[in-house]
């Protein structure tokens, strides 16, 4: 039995399309990361609960950019992990922006199902979890 | 924010960006076409970035956050020049619509910016 004189290569999986998932990713996190670090370092007495949603909302985007893009299975996992939470999220706040709009007198990316970002906070967790179901990592990988 | 700027920057930004993406979703590289559109993009934020500074000096400041204004600005700032440089290094196809969406984004961005900067109290 010989054993291999280099790990496998990992199937690289961001191709075509996955592209544009992680480039839009990306963009999101850029822009929540740095709108919720100004709302919570400046403001964060108006709205807490709303600037705290705003602060998790960038956390989930970045680390589903980076997941998207980290090879092997664990990441993939911790891409699907990440994808779903931020759909639960955006549904929960959605409808709670909705139905008790006192909690939120600043809006959050996830207000109103994302309306104010073009409904993309809803339609992209759908998009992330497509692309992840035809796209699951290579099986024969090593340590993963 | 000067409202008809804004509105002019918007209408650039879903034109470029509409292009763009059209453009690689057929099949195109990056091209003079689809990077001159994320060109004038990135200038025309450029002189928003020169509006906001100047504005306040002559009564047009924001109503909401100043610092969330700047932080979107500066975002948005930044992300021609990386779409650019980054598609003239992979150019792929894919490259060509993830510059489009870049445009759109920013769209979205100044939407947000216009919003922050008339309507929201502080």
């Known amino acids: 039995m010989t054993a291999p004189e280099a790990p496998p290569r990992r199937a690289r999986r961001i191709t075509g399309i996955g592209v544009v998932l992680v480039a839009v990713y990306g963009i999101l996190a850029l822009a929540a990361t740095g709108r919720s670090t100004v709302q919570i370092l400046t403001d964060f007495s108006e709205a807490p609960l709303a600037y705290a ?17 980290a090879p092997g299975r664990f990441w993939y996992r911790v891409a699907w992990v990440t994808i779903s939470f931020e759909l639960l999220f955006v549904l929960t706040v959605g409808t709670l922006s909705i139905v008790d709009a006192q909690l939120f007198p600043r809006d959050t990316v996830w207000s109103y199902y994302g309306l104010g970002y073009v409904l993309v906070p809803l339609v992209l967790p759908v998009l992330g979890m497509l692309w992840l179901s035809r796209h699951r990592p290579a099986s024969e990988e090593i340590g993963s | ?47 928003q970035v020169v509006l906001a500074i100047v504005g306040p000096a002559f009564g047009n400041a924001p109503s909401g956050n100043p610092y969330e204004f700047w932080a979107y600005l500066v ?23 993830v510059v489009g969406i870049a445009c759109l984004s920013i769209a979205i961005m100044l939407y947000r910016m216009e919003i922050i900067w008339t309507v929201q109290s502080a």
């Open chain 1, 53 to 69: 949603l705003s602060g998790l909302a960038a956390v989930v985007y970045i680390l589903a950019t980076v997941a998207l893009v």
């Open chain 2, 1 to 47: 924010m000067i409202l008809w700027f804004t509105i002019a920057q918007i209408v650039v930004a879903v034109i470029a960006g509409v292009l763009a993406t059209a453009l690689g979703l057929a099949r195109r590289p990056p091209s003079d076409l689809s990077l001159g559109g994320a060109a004038l993009v990135g200038v025309l934020l450029l002189a």
């Open chain 2, 75 to 97: 975002s948005a700032v930044i992300i021609p020049p990386v779409a650019i440089l980054w598609a003239l290094i992979e150019r792929s196809r894919w490259a060509t619509v």
